[in-house]
Structures are given as structure tokens and as C-alpha cells.
């Protein structure tokens, strides 16, 4: 849940006051044009040093995020999906999973449940194995570094998972099998993560049908609905919804 | 041979120390004329130029040798070697073919005008091997040498001749024990042609002063790889020199170090293309924390007329204290037209944005520090052999700061 978030960034205030609730196992997409903040939103949610957060909260059961290191904020639930994931040289893919697995979720999973868990996961994302032995995000195509979040995101599964812009730069095929890699997360009977899914283009919106929607602009959330209004945007673009705020303000 | 009746060490590099180790292993007057001779000219010569202050603060001009403690037994410092072989024995009692044979490599890559500490190794030799891969053999074990300095001087020479076709590992170790070991040693390396030697130098962790003089011939469509790890020693000079001699001869130099608490540490390589049609490829990672500090000269000299000579020079350094240093010197010496020349250097922390990623991901700041820190070696440490990555990767994690 995240009240009142107001950010800046190098002195600019980026987030003028965010109020949103994803409730567990829900979808809530997070629209707007370029630069209204969605990014900022999931830096600031997931603890980057650079967004200085200026008061508000984030919280996950209770629980305020916005006091803890990036990595208890993980510890806490939260997985963030990159839209340009940091490459890691010299680390290979399995060591940071085993790592990753192990630092959020200690000791629960058996080393063969674990072997069994990544190798689904890769042929779910239409991945090679030997992807397992590539270092992280070195070299990696736009479509393998996404393929690699969701890899990601299905191995620590998350109470709730923010995916910034993971549409973005892929193509129908990568689209396809990253979406159905959250859709496979999402069947799983005992799963109930809650994502909150930021894009500016409805397209992954056909692959991860929305609870809700909510358009971002300027830093604030000027409108929220259910999924019809994924497709009025497309219908009629961000303009028009600029143009409907601003004369209902008026 | 060590005699028993004879004290096993003596102190001080000076002539008197040297007539004691030639007594003591049983060379003879020949040995002794030329290990002198060898000594005068390591007391003529200058050491390599690094300058000191506020980073480097150990002045190689100012070095004192008078406190040394030379090791007069060599089984002691040559434990793994069978046939422990002195150059005055082999000089002098070996086989005549064997003689040969061992001439074809001795002495033929150095430059003893410049290179004292090699000088210095010809003058105290107490330890080394010959390793000799006869044409067209192949080796599907490697050869291991390892040579102990136990708080004592030891000046291991090793020579490897790959004969035409040949194929061999070799990994040479330098163990450290005691609280002022002193190592000087020499490696020669003669690929014939079609050979394909890997070379592994390992300097283990420990005290003392290390100075190594390793230098290689590559002849035609031979393939030689030179892998070395500085893990151990307060000072370490290393100067590692490939030249490619014939046309189709490949180099790959691959180097690590980690200077550690108030460790200083000198790598400089050198491929040289004498001819066109060769290839080398460098690749050193070189990290430096506490008061570690670390200097890096990396060579490439293609001559005139090495036409088609493909060269290419990665190094990166990275720094993970305030008080670290690293100095990274690249020089292109390109004296032909058409070829391939490629230098890429970074040095810096540990990126922030890599951090952040991992710890998006549930990994503690230390941890993720330390992952990345141990992936920054990987791209040199993949050119080890298999059976020594998980030991050099060891060591070096060792060196990292503990995690709370």
C-alpha cells in the first residue's frame, strides 16, 4: 500500500503525493505518457539511493518499507522488475538465483525442488540452460534481460511484484512468453502476489488481464478505473485524458 | 646435491653466500665463475622504474638484500620435484642430448643487459625444473611444480621446451611460509612449432618479496597461454614477456592480482609481434583494497612489417577502499600499418547501480559487494586451468573484507 508518496529527484519533486492499495493476488496496471513518474515510483518503492523520498509511505502489511535497506524491502515481499536491468560480470545467473532464493527465502526449498523450479521456469520462458551459466545481464539482448526478471520474479516470489515498463522493446514472442511465465506464477493455487504492472502502452495488458487501472500524470494519479480504461487510452490516447482532467479541475 | 654436513642456510646475498651454496650443493668452479659473474651484474643493473610516494611507497633503488637468508638445501624448497636439478649439475654432468636440449630454452628469452632480478636468479639458482614435452607427445595431466620458501631466500628456475606438435599444462605454485620468504625466480617458455602450452603461475598467500621474471617464445601456428595469479607477498615485482616469433603463433596472457592490507603489487606484460599473421590477447583484473596498492604496465609491441598482427589489451582495476591504489600504464608500440590493435582499461569502485540491483533481489549490501567484487577476477580467472580456479577464487575471497 502506498499513501501520500511524494519524490524527488536531484531537487525535483517527481511524485506530488501517490495514494495506492494492491491487494494480494490482484493486478493493477499503472498508465501514463513518458516522464509523468511511473519509474520513479518503482525506484522509490524498491529504495534507490538517488529518489529521496519527501514523506508518504509504503507499506506492506503493516510493515513501512520506506525505513528499511533495498534488500530488507525484498526480505519484506517486495520484488521490483527492472525495464533496464544492471549487468553483473563474473556472475553467473545460477549464482545470483541460488543467492537471491537464499537471502529471501532461506532454506525452504530442497536443492532438487530448487533445480526443478528453475529448469520449469526456463522452458515456461523458452530459454536455453546454458543461459544459467552467462553472467547476469552481460551481453544480454533486451528480450533476455526481461526473460531474466521474470526468471527472477518466479524463483523468489514475491508478495508483490511492481514490473516497470517489462513490455517495453520486446517482441511479440518474448512478450508472449514473459507474460505467460506471470500468468503461470499467477495459476500457481497457493500464490497470491499482487502486481502492480507500470506501462504506457495497454499491449501486456491482453496477456495480464487488469483488476484496475490508474493513469499517471505529472506525478499524481488523475484517474483510476477498471479495465475499460486500458482501452479508451488506446482508443483515444493520453491527450484526451489530459484534456478531461484538467477541464474537470477547471 | 645438499650436504648434510653443511649449514642449510647462510645469510646475505654476497659472494661468500654464494660460495656456500655452490659447496653446498656440489657445483664446481665453472658454476661458481658464473654465478658470480651472474651476481655482479645484478649489483650493475637498475630495477624497473616505479617511481614512489603518496600511492607506491616502496623504493625498488633503496631495496636491501643483506638480511636475505638463502636456502642451501633445494629439496627443501623443491618438494614436488623429483629430480631436483642445479644449473651447475646440468651444466656439467647432464647427458650430452639432454644438455641440448635444455640449451635450446636456457637463457635464450632473457636479456640479461637489462634484467637484473633475472641475473639475480642465474647468480643464486637453488631450485627450479626442466620440463621437457618431446615432439608430438601430449599431455592429458598437468605438470605441477611447486617451490616452498620457507622464511628463507629460494631462486627457482623453470624451463619448459613444448616440442613441435606437443601439448602440455604446466602449473607452477610459489608457496610462502614463514615471515620473510624471499622468492626470485625465472620461468623460459619455448613453444615449437604447433605446440600448445598453458602456463599457470600461482603466487600464494603469505609474506615476503617476490620478484619473477617469466618470459616465452611462441613459434609458428603454436599456442601458448600464460596465466598468472599474485595472490601472496608485502612486494611483488612480476614482469611476464610473450613474444610470437614465427608466422600463426598465438598468445593469451591472462593476469590477476589483489593487493591486500599494505601489499604492493607490479605486473607488467609484454607480447611482442616479431612477425605478421600472430595473435595475443591480454586480459588482467587487478582489485586493491585497504592499503593495497598496485601498479600495472601493460605492453604491446607489433613490429614493422608484423602485417595482420591481431592484439588486443583488457585490463581493469578495481578499487574497494579510499587508501587502495591502482596505477594502469597501457603502452602501443604500433610499428606496422595493417593490423588490429584493441585497449580497453576501467578503473573504479564497485558500480552502485550493480549493487542496487542486487539487493533489489534480497542480497545484503556486504554480500552483494563481495559477489561482485569475486565476479570482477571471472573473465581472467576462466583461462586458468579447471583444477585451480576454485583454488585461486578461494583466496582472493579470503582477501575481501568479512562479511558482519
Not at chain 1, 516522464?35 to 506492506?60: D, E, Q
Not at chain 1, 533496464?84 to 545470483?96: E, H, K, Q, R
Not at chain 2, 592490507?261 to 616479431?274: I, N, P
Request: glycine share 8%.
Amino acid at each position: 500500500m502506498v499513501s501520500d508518496l511524494r519524490v524527488s529527484v536531484q531537487e525535483n519533486d517527481i511524485l506530488k503525493g501517490i495514494d495506492l492499495r494492491v491487494e494480494p493476488g490482484r493486478v493493477h496496471a499503472l498508465m501514463g505518457p513518458n516522464g509523468s513518474g511511473k519509474s520513479t515510483l518503482a525506484f522509490a518503492m524498491a529504495g534507490h539511493p538517488n529518489y529521496v523520498v519527501n514523506g508518504g509511505s509504503v507499506k506492506i502489511d503493516g510493515q513501512e518499507l520506506l525505513e528499511l535497506s533495498p534488500d530488507k524491502r525484498a526480505r519484506a515481499g517486495l520484488f521490483l522488475s527492472f525495464q533496464y536491468p544492471a549487468a553483473i560480470p563474473g556472475v553467473t545467473v545460477a549464482n545470483f538465483l541460488r543467492t537471491a532464493r537464499q537471502a529471501v527465502r532461506p532454506d525452504d526449498l530442497p536443492p532438487a525442488k530448487f533445480r526443478k523450479l528453475i529448469f520449469d521456469q526456463l522452458e515456461l520462458l523458452d530459454m536455453d540452460p546454458a543461459f544459467l551459466g552467462r553472467y547476469v545481464n552481460d551481453g544480454f539482448s533486451g528480450g533476455e534481460k526481461k526473460r531474466l526478471e521474470m526468471l527472477q520474479l518466479a524463483v523468489l516470489a514475491p508478495q508483490y511484484a511492481v514490473l516497470d515498463e517489462t513490455d517495453s522493446g520486446l517482441d511479440v514472442d518474448a512478450l508472449r512468453a514473459v507474460c505467460g511465465s506471470v500468468q503461470a506464477l499467477r495459476a500457481e493455487p497457493e500464490n497470491k502476489t499482487g502486481f502492480l504492472i507500470i506501462t504506457h502502452y495497454p499491449r501486456i495488458l491482453q496477456y495480464i488481464a487488469p483488476d484496475a487501472v490508474h493513469v499517471m500524470m505529472d506525478g499524481r494519479i488523475v484517474l483510476s478505473g477498471g479495465p475499460e480504461l486500458a482501452h479508451r487510452i488506446e482508443r483515444e490516447g493520453y491527450d484526451a485524458i489530459r484534456t478531461e482532467v484538467a477541464g474537470g479541475v477547471a | 646435491m645438499a650436504s648434510l654436513s653443511l649449514e642449510e642456510t647462510a645469510r646475505g646475498l654476497s659472494p661468500a653466500t654464494l660460495d656456500a651454496l655452490v659447496e653446498s650443493i656440489g657445483e664446481g668452479a665453472v658454476s661458481l665463475d658464473a654465478r658470480r659473474e651472474a651476481f655482479a651484474r645484478f649489483e650493475e643493473l637498475a630495477p624497473p622504474d616505479i617511481p614512489s610516494g603518496r600511492y607506491w611507497k616502496i623504493d625498488l633503488a633503496k631495496q636491501r638484500y643483506d638480511d636475505v637468508v638463502v636456502q642451501l638445501d633445494s629439496h627443501a624448497a623443491s618438494p614436488s620435484v623429483a629430480h631436483v636439478w642445479s644449473l651447475g649439475s646440468i651444466l656439467k654432468d647432464g647427458d650430452p642430448e639432454l644438455r641440448a636440449t635444455f640449451d635450446r630454452v636456457f637463457r635464450s628469452t632473457l636479456d640479461l643487459t637489462r634484467e637484473k632480478f633475472a641475473a639475480l636468479t642465474l647468480a643464486f639458482q637453488n631450485c627450479g625444473a626442466f620440463v621437457y614435452v618431446p615432439a608430438g607427445i601430449k599431455l592429458s595431466k598437468p605438470i605441477e611444480l611447486t617451490y616452498v620458501a620457507r622464511g628463507a631466500g629460494i631462486f627457482p628456475y623453470t624451463v619448459v621446451l613444448a616440442g613441435e606438435g606437443s601439448e602440455c599444462t604446466v602449473v607452477e605454485r610459489i608457496v610462502l611460509e614463514g615471515s620473510a620468504p624471499f622468492v626470485c625466480a625465472v620461468a623460459e617458455v619455448v613453444a615449437e612449432p604447433g605446440a600448445r602450452v598453458d602456463m599457470t603461475s600461482i603466487l600464494e598467500p603469505g609474506a615476503g618479496r617476490i620478484f619473477t621474471t617469466r618470459r616465452a617464445k611462441a613459434n609458428r601456428d603454436s599456442r601458448l597461454r600464460w596465466s598468472v595469479a599474485e595472490l601472496g607477498g608485502d612486494l611483488v615485482v612480476d614482469s611476464l614477456h610473450a613474444s610470437m616469433e614465427e608466422r600463426g603463433a598465438e598468445c593469451e596472457i591472462g593476469g590477476v592480482f589483489f593487493a591486500a592490507q599494505a601489499q604492493h603489487v607490479a605486473l607488467e606484460t609484454q607480447v611482442d609481434h616479431t612477425v605478421g599473421e600472430t595473435r595475443s590477447e591480454t586480459i588482467v583484473k587487478g582489485a586493491a583494497t585497504e592499503r593495497g596498492q598496485g601498479r600495472y604496465v601493460g605492453n604491446i609491441r607489433i613490429q614493422p612489417h608484423a602485417h595482420q598482427s591481431d592484439a588486443s589489451l583488457r585490463d581493469d582495476s578495481l578499487l574497494l577502499s579510499k587508501s587502495a591504489h591502482i596505477d594502469s600504464i597501457p603502452a602501443l608500440e604500433i610499428a606496422a600499418n595493417d593490423v588490429k590493435a584493441f585497449h580497453g582499461a576501467t578503473v573504479g569502485a564497485i558500480d552502485e547501480d550493480e549493487i542496487f540491483y542486487a539487493q533489489s533481489r534480497g542480497i545484503p549490501r556486504r554480500e552483494a559487494e563481495r559477489m561482485i567484487a569475486l565476479g570482477f577476477f571471472e573473465p581472467a580467472l576462466a583461462r586458468f586451468p579447471e583444477g585451480t580456479r576454485d583454488h585461486v577464487r578461494a583466496a582472493l575471497e579470503q582477501k575481501l573484507p568479512e562479511t558482519p
